[in-house]
Nanobody, 114 residues
Framework: QVQLVESGGGLVPAGGSLRLSCVAS????????TRWYRQAPGKQRVLVAS???????AYADSVKGRFVISRDNAKNSLYLQMNSLKPEDTGVYYC????????WGQGTQVTVSS
């Protein structure tokens, strides 16, 4: 059974940094695309960043230049380095792994204080 476990969230002041990690318990992680989503209170889950099996990356406009997504296939891991954090970055961050089907982690809370 596939399991994704996120970590690294927390409370940080505006302008600070956090690094999120997601470890996947699965086979052939390198064949899957990977994404980070954010869900703010009372809002829909939105795509923040993605990195596919070919290491092609994409970012939401709101995080371009501030966030960096990366992966380490040898460790079955996905990362999100978040810099210059803003209060609007607050939310639960979810790891997502997809191919023909997709899998989700349980989420990690990020709170940015103003």
């Amino acid at each position: 059974q596939v399991q994704l476990v996120e970590s690294g969230g927390g409370l940080v002041p505006a302008g600070g940094s956090l690094r999120l990690s997601c470890v996947a318990s699965m086979f052939n992680f390198d064949l899957y695309g990977t994404r980070w989503y954010r869900q703010a209170p009372g809002k829909q889950r939105v795509l923040v960043a993605s990195i596919d099996r070919n290491d092609t990356v994409a970012y939401a406009d709101s995080v371009k230049g501030r966030f960096v997504i990366s992966r380490d296939n040898a460790k079955n891991s996905l990362y999100l380095q978040m810099n210059s954090l803003k209060p609007e970055d607050t939310g639960v961050y979810y790891c997502n792994v997809y191919r023909a089907i997709e899998f989700w982690g349980q989420g990690t809370q990020v709170t940015v204080s103003s």
